[in-house]
């Protein structure tokens, strides 16, 4: 009797696990059901157990904005699955980010998706076609990869001082302010352009373009 008493409080002593609400792996808190966005302890989860990622695994994009608040509180962000082809975040104002990784369904992102964020690379994948000002004054944004961009919208990556590093498709089209104020942009291909708009490199870092066929705007660099 005495060993199962003791047996019992040791029991009572230790960390008890409920099944419902987001798993902990390491640093990550993982949302993989609808139950775990509404679960009491997320923000507990959090500062407890020192969370700096949250993976977002659900098929509806419904309840993703329901974590908008939890995800201010980290620093990385994993979107494992996302139910819309396009990707828009310009009114979550998630600032604090470090990072973000979306799933290969995504193909467009949205305007301002990124604007004013601290990500320091982002990886575009399946991306065909981004919208105005999507990446706009990123300060800390050193590498872009978009593989399959072919069309540069206004706006770009204006006022990404660290920009150093970008990765598109054949680009056909860079719009205005694209690379307005990208002072550590050197060097990009131009290859396939066709047309350049005003300002596309005002007070960037560029030093030579070779651009054979292109039509300059009066003020595009």
């Given at each position: 009797m005495l060993r199962s008493?003791?047996?019992f409080s040791q029991f009572l002593s230790k960390d008890i696990i409920f099944s419902n609400g987001p798993k902990v792996s390491g640093k990550e808190l993982i949302f993989e059901k609808e139950e775990d966005v509404y679960s009491p302890d997320i923000s507990k989860t959090i500062i407890e157990k020192g969370i700096t990622t949250i993976v977002y695994n659900i098929p509806s994009q419904n309840?993703?904005?329901?974590?908008?608040?939890?995800?201010?509180?980290?620093?990385?962000?994993?979107?494992?699955?996302?139910?819309?082809?396009?990707?828009?975040?310009?009114?979550y104002q998630l600032y604090n980010l470090k990072s973000i990784t979306i799933p290969e369904t995504i193909t467009t992102i949205g305007s301002a998706c990124f604007r004013n964020w601290a990500i320091t690379s982002i990886d575009l994948k399946n991306v065909n076609s981004v919208q105005y000002a999507a990446f706009a004054n990123c300060i800390y944004l050193e590498t872009i990869k978009a593989p399959l961009l072919t069309s540069i919208p206004s706006g770009f990556a204006s006022g990404c001082y660290s920009l150093s590093s970008?990765?598109?498709?054949?680009?056909?089209?860079?719009?205005?302010?694209?690379?307005?104020?990208?002072?550590?942009?050197t060097s990009i291909d131009l290859t396939g352009v066709t047309t350049i708009s005003d300002s596309a490199f005002a007070n960037s870092g560029i030093e030579s373009i070779g651009c054979p066929k292109v039509r300059l705007a009066q003020r595009s660099i």
């Open positions: 008493a003791l047996a309840l993703f904005e329901g974590l908008k608040g939890y995800i201010k509180s980290v620093s990385n962000l994993v979107i494992e699955q996302f139910s819309d082809s396009e990707l828009d975040l310009s009114s970008l990765t598109t498709g054949s680009i056909t089209s860079i719009d205005y302010s694209a690379f307005m104020n990208c002072y550590k942009l």
